[in-house]
């Protein structure tokens, strides 16, 4: 029996999410998958990361639209073993799609990414108005 850690402060939905993503049906395209991402942000961008090994970068396709992001692409299978041969098979191949609604609004024209060591990395420049804006306070004397 796998061990779950236990989190009380788990977004509303989030257990949900995991229980039902875990069913074919509901992934969409038994054969494929869906990668893990981290989301983070800096003064001036948010920065998408995920892991993409074995795949080719040429044949990911990634849009941004709405403050949405989009990564599809697909990971072909090159081995010549034949399913029945197998004992186990976990690694998951085929088509995925993931969609990343973003935390903040974006300048998605600017956007760029890169692939290093199988990680593929997306920086999304923040929108003017959703940068953080420094207010000073000014003092008087009496």
Not at 53 to 76: H, T
Not at 90 to 99: K, P, W
Not at 107 to 124: Q, Y
């Amino acid at each position: 029996m796998a061990l779950i850690k236990w989190s009380p402060f788990l977004e509303p939905f989030e257990e949900m999410d995991k229980m039902l993503s875990d069913w074919p049906v509901m992934r969409g395209n038994q054969t494929g998958f869906m990668p893990a991402v981290d989301v983070y942000e800096d003064n001036d961008n948010v920065i998408v990361e995920t892991q993409l090994a074995g795949i080719d970068p040429e044949k990911v396709d990634i849009s941004i639209e709405n403050d949405v992001l989009c990564v599809r692409g697909e990971s072909e299978k090159k081995s010549e073993v034949e399913d029945k041969n197998y004992y186990r098979k976990e690694i998951r191949r085929g088509s995925f799609y993931r969609s990343i609604p973003l935390p903040t609004h974006v300048e998605s024209d600017k956007a760029r990414a890169e692939a290093v060591d199988g990680v593929l990395k997306i920086f999304i420049p923040k929108a003017p108005e959703a940068k953080p804006k420094t207010i000073k306070i000014e003092t008087k004397k009496k």
